[in-house]
């Protein structure tokens, strides 16, 4: 029943991605560094996934949650132009898959907005959200989760995955990665058709 809307099969090529940010709102913070792993079936495939700190951020106090100082950005920082360049390559033919996609959604369009001139736009059918996801197999218990029962980190505890640090990009889109692995793999088939 979760896993079938619109045709979402647990065999989807996906692309897992997160983004670390000076702040939640993308018109008025900036994405500091992006990270993503495609997931090919039920397999992670750790030979795609990347990781990228973007020239130009003003990193500020956010550094305090993220980890990556002004410093990280003036070394390893890359042109945001480059870094389209690579997602465009990694997510095609392939939805986007993140814990909260809309905080993804919205600093990546932003930043095509700001790079090339013109949003990316982002389809419900090309997002799979796993805080969604998770949301719903809770409600279809009997649980109703509040904010932080729907947080990365207690979503994976909740399934026994393993504790990883956060705020890091690419730790957190392979942590998302296994997230979805598991919620699909425990997912009963929907009875029916697609809902």
Sequence with gaps: MLFRKRGLGAD????????ETTGLKADRHQLVSIGW?????????????RYFVLAGAQVGESATIHGVTDDDVARLGRDPAEVLDEFDRAIAGRRLLAHFAQMETSFISKLYADTRGQKY???????????TLERRRMEHMGTYPRGEDLRLARARQRH??????NHNALTDAIACAELYLALTTSAKPARGGEK
């Excluded at 989807?12 to 983004?19: G, N």
């Excluded at 026994?160 to 640090?165: C, D, E, I, T």
């Design 160 to 165: 026994q995955l393993p504790a990883y640090g």
């Design 37 to 49: 792993v495609p997931v090919n079936g039920r397999v992670i495939d750790l030979s795609g996934a």
């Design 121 to 131: 736009r982002f389809h419900d059918r090309d997002v799979v959200d796993t805080l």
């Design 12 to 19: 989807s090529p996906l692309l897992a991605v997160d983004v």
